[in-house]
């Protein structure tokens, strides 16, 4: 009976311990990086990465009058976030959720309404179009990223794993 | 009108000789009654005796800021406190303040200087004037308000902001003198015309304007919108407030009130006084003043003595207006600023790089200081709200050590000019020259 409590109480850790694994494993670095709002600073990123053989995989500028965010995700987040640290830049590692869209209307909205009707606070998204796949990849950074991942996977949203969106 | 003409209009000797007799005396009074004079003369060897001719001044210790902040509070009074009837203060915005203590004759004093400047402006007891200066330990609202009653106007007291009000009044009131910092005077022009009301219809015959280096494009810009012209005011807390020098209808530089300040101009490197017409800072004396006799202040303030015979009858000499400072004080606004101010502000923010720019502009005739602030990892964060709320916090605090807003620019790591010895940290592109 002991043994049999023991037995099963594994099996649920062990369970779990791969249920987090596999969301780890959807969880998409993301690089920020600060841009003072000045003429030829985005350019200037850009060549940095452009000069250290980075591929970028997707990119978003968030601006403001006063300062940008550049955000990316590339194939080696910290390889490239030294690379642009060594310029000068401020870079910090953040996380996101990739999710395929189903390529038709209305396909980023039903994204959209899991996250709502879960009621997940999604801070910005940005998204790119898959060439091979010929749809689109849209990356999500909600407020909760593990809340955000469940939600998704239990409402059957594709969500990409890490690997594939770096290998892309 | 000359107010006074006879202390206005007198004769060069017969002003040196009486400058000389008031200097004698102002002298013997501070090292009899000022043990802090006493104490710097001894160092020099110098007593009041040694004060021959008007040339003699020179032999004097200078006196500074920094002198008077450390008799603070009342350490430099020459009478018992008793018969000081009104105390003011610098806006002590780098330590403690500076006291500047008047007896009844010292205000006496006070009331004479500005009717004589408020009579250059064209004022007489007809006009009613009104006076945004603040009232308050600053001295410019009430220096222009004794003198404005001295002369028997009728004086709005209104003091500093309610910008509305203040437009409101001018008009149902029909102010014919308002006296106003430059870039509050365009402020109220700007709200005025948002209100509807063309400033140019007011019945205004003169514009007074002190505290603060203004240009001679800005003066006409506000000439031309409130169709008035406008006169300066120079004064300092220090030697009493507004009142030392104004300028008569000539515009062409301010009338010291010579028989109660002698002026000087000593280059700020060497200290040696230059010969008339040459620019350099200003070195003040009272001849007069019995609460408080300040000997050989130097102002910080850079301008040229010149004496020439004036249109306006006046033989006072003149000073050209201020057109800068041998230290790093900053006016915005009408406000002294110092750049360890802004640098103490920062370094109380975790995370910030001690390196910073200030730069100073004055777009649409509002003066704007613009910090530039390197950003830093610990700063940086990835989300705009919270990069915005960090800048704001910057701001507040740089309000919290100027009492002025700011705006604060983050920028990437070392990207602001490094340099050794002293940094070039200040961009003044006001362009007051």
Redesign the interface.
């Given at each position: 009976m002991v043994n049999l409590t023991l037995f099963i109480n594994k099996i649920i850790n062990l369970g779990y311990f791969s249920l987090n694994n596999r969301r780890d494993n959807m969880k998409i670095k993301?690089l920020?990086i600060?841009?003072?709002?000045?003429k030829g600073?985005m350019r200037k990123a850009l060549d940095v990465l452009e000069k250290g053989g980075v591929n970028i995989r997707a990119l978003s500028i968030?601006d403001?009058s006063?300062?940008g965010?550049l955000?990316l995700i590339v194939p080696d987040p910290e390889k490239t976030k030294k690379l642009l640290e060594d310029n000068?830049?401020?870079?910090?590692i953040?996380e996101v959720i990739a999710v395929r869209m189903p390529d038709k209307p209305g396909g980023l909205g039903i994204i959209l309404g899991i996250l709502d009707d879960n009621d997940i606070n999604l801070?910005y998204l940005y998204a790119f179009v898959e060439e091979k796949e010929n749809g689109a990849i849209v990356l999500l950074?909600p407020e909760d990223i593990n809340a955000g991942i469940k939600a998704l996977q239990d409402n059957g949203a594709e969500v990409i794993s890490a690997e594939e969106i770096y290998g892309m | 009108m000359i107010w006074n003409k006879e202390a206005e209009c007198m004769s060069h000797e017969e002003k040196e000789r009486l400058q000389l007799t008031r200097l004698q005396k102002i002298i013997k009074r501070a090292y009899e009654n000022v043990p802090f004079y006493r104490k710097r003369f001894e160092e020099k060897g110098i007593t009041p005796e040694d004060i021959k001719t008007l040339k003699d001044i020179e032999k004097l210790p200078l006196t500074t800021k920094d002198d008077l902040r450390e008799a603070y509070p009342f350490g430099m009074f020459a009478v018992p406190r008793k018969e000081i009837i009104e105390l003011h203060t610098s806006s002590g915005t780098t330590g403690k303040p500076t006291v500047s203590g008047y007896t009844k004759k010292d205000i006496g004093i006070w009331s004479e200087c500005m009717a004589r400047g408020l009579t250059m402006f064209g004022a007489t007891e007809d006009d009613i004037l009104q006076n945004t200066h603040g009232y308050g330990l600053f001295t410019g609202g009430f220096g222009v308000h004794y003198g404005a009653q001295k002369i028997g106007l009728t004086v709005i007291p209104i003091s500093t902001g309610q910008t509305k009000r203040q437009i409101e009044i001018m008009k149902d009131f029909n102010a014919s003198i308002v006296i106003f910092t430059p870039s509050y005077g365009l402020y109220l022009a700007e709200v005025a015309e948002e209100e509807g009301l063309n400033t140019k219809e007011l019945n205004l015959k003169a514009i007074g304007f002190g505290a603060e280096m203004w240009t001679e494009e800005m003066r006409q810009e506000i000439q031309k919108r409130f169709n008035a012209p406008a006169y300066n005011i120079y004064g300092l807390t220090e030697i009493m407030g507004p009142g030392i020098a104004l300028e008569c209808k000539e515009h062409n530089g301010l009338h010291i009130m010579e028989d109660h300040f002698y002026p000087e101009i000593i280059d700020s490197e060497t200290l040696q006084t230059l010969p008339e017409g040459e620019k350099g800072e200003l070195v003040l004396t009272t001849l007069t003043r019995h609460g408080m006799p300040i000997i050989r202040f130097r102002t910080k303030d850079v301008t040229a003595l010149r004496r020439a015979e004036c249109s306006c009858g006046r033989t006072l000499i003149k000073m050209d207006r201020i057109t800068g400072r041998t230290d790093d004080m900053l006016k915005i606004r009408g406000v002294a600023v110092f750049p360890s101010q802004i640098e103490k502000a920062l370094l109380k923010i975790d995370g910030l790089e001690p390196h910073y720019q200030i730069i100073v502009s004055r777009p649409q005739h509002m003066d704007v200081l613009e910090v530039q602030v390197e950003a830093s990892p610990e700063l940086f964060s990835d989300e705009i709200k919270e990069l915005v709320g960090i800048k704001r916090n910057i701001e507040d605090y740089i309000h919290n050590e100027i009492g002025l807003r700011v705006d604060v620019t983050l920028v990437e790591p070392k990207t602001l000019p490094r340099s050794e010895g002293k940094a070039v940290r200040v961009f003044d592109k006001r362009g007051f020259n």
């Amino acid at each position: 009976m002991v043994n049999l409590t023991l037995f099963i109480n594994k099996i649920i850790n062990l369970g779990y311990f791969s249920l987090n694994n596999r969301r780890d494993n959807m969880k998409i670095k993301q690089l920020s990086i600060f841009l003072e709002n000045r003429k030829g600073r985005m350019r200037k990123a850009l060549d940095v990465l452009e000069k250290g053989g980075v591929n970028i995989r997707a990119l978003s500028i968030a601006d403001t009058s006063y300062f940008g965010i550049l955000r990316l995700i590339v194939p080696d987040p910290e390889k490239t976030k030294k690379l642009l640290e060594d310029n000068n830049f401020i870079v910090k590692i953040g996380e996101v959720i990739a999710v395929r869209m189903p390529d038709k209307p209305g396909g980023l909205g039903i994204i959209l309404g899991i996250l709502d009707d879960n009621d997940i606070n999604l801070e910005y998204l940005y998204a790119f179009v898959e060439e091979k796949e010929n749809g689109a990849i849209v990356l999500l950074h909600p407020e909760d990223i593990n809340a955000g991942i469940k939600a998704l996977q239990d409402n059957g949203a594709e969500v990409i794993s890490a690997e594939e969106i770096y290998g892309m | 009108m000359i107010w006074n003409k006879e202390a206005e209009c007198m004769s060069h000797e017969e002003k040196e000789r009486l400058q000389l007799t008031r200097l004698q005396k102002i002298i013997k009074r501070a090292y009899e009654n000022v043990p802090f004079y006493r104490k710097r003369f001894e160092e020099k060897g110098i007593t009041p005796e040694d004060i021959k001719t008007l040339k003699d001044i020179e032999k004097l210790p200078l006196t500074t800021k920094d002198d008077l902040r450390e008799a603070y509070p009342f350490g430099m009074f020459a009478v018992p406190r008793k018969e000081i009837i009104e105390l003011h203060t610098s806006s002590g915005t780098t330590g403690k303040p500076t006291v500047s203590g008047y007896t009844k004759k010292d205000i006496g004093i006070w009331s004479e200087c500005m009717a004589r400047g408020l009579t250059m402006f064209g004022a007489t007891e007809d006009d009613i004037l009104q006076n945004t200066h603040g009232y308050g330990l600053f001295t410019g609202g009430f220096g222009v308000h004794y003198g404005a009653q001295k002369i028997g106007l009728t004086v709005i007291p209104i003091s500093t902001g309610q910008t509305k009000r203040q437009i409101e009044i001018m008009k149902d009131f029909n102010a014919s003198i308002v006296i106003f910092t430059p870039s509050y005077g365009l402020y109220l022009a700007e709200v005025a015309e948002e209100e509807g009301l063309n400033t140019k219809e007011l019945n205004l015959k003169a514009i007074g304007f002190g505290a603060e280096m203004w240009t001679e494009e800005m003066r006409q810009e506000i000439q031309k919108r409130f169709n008035a012209p406008a006169y300066n005011i120079y004064g300092l807390t220090e030697i009493m407030g507004p009142g030392i020098a104004l300028e008569c209808k000539e515009h062409n530089g301010l009338h010291i009130m010579e028989d109660h300040f002698y002026p000087e101009i000593i280059d700020s490197e060497t200290l040696q006084t230059l010969p008339e017409g040459e620019k350099g800072e200003l070195v003040l004396t009272t001849l007069t003043r019995h609460g408080m006799p300040i000997i050989r202040f130097r102002t910080k303030d850079v301008t040229a003595l010149r004496r020439a015979e004036c249109s306006c009858g006046r033989t006072l000499i003149k000073m050209d207006r201020i057109t800068g400072r041998t230290d790093d004080m900053l006016k915005i606004r009408g406000v002294a600023v110092f750049p360890s101010q802004i640098e103490k502000a920062l370094l109380k923010i975790d995370g910030l790089e001690p390196h910073y720019q200030i730069i100073v502009s004055r777009p649409q005739h509002m003066d704007v200081l613009e910090v530039q602030v390197e950003a830093s990892p610990e700063l940086f964060s990835d989300e705009i709200k919270e990069l915005v709320g960090i800048k704001r916090n910057i701001e507040d605090y740089i309000h919290n050590e100027i009492g002025l807003r700011v705006d604060v620019t983050l920028v990437e790591p070392k990207t602001l000019p490094r340099s050794e010895g002293k940094a070039v940290r200040v961009f003044d592109k006001r362009g007051f020259n």
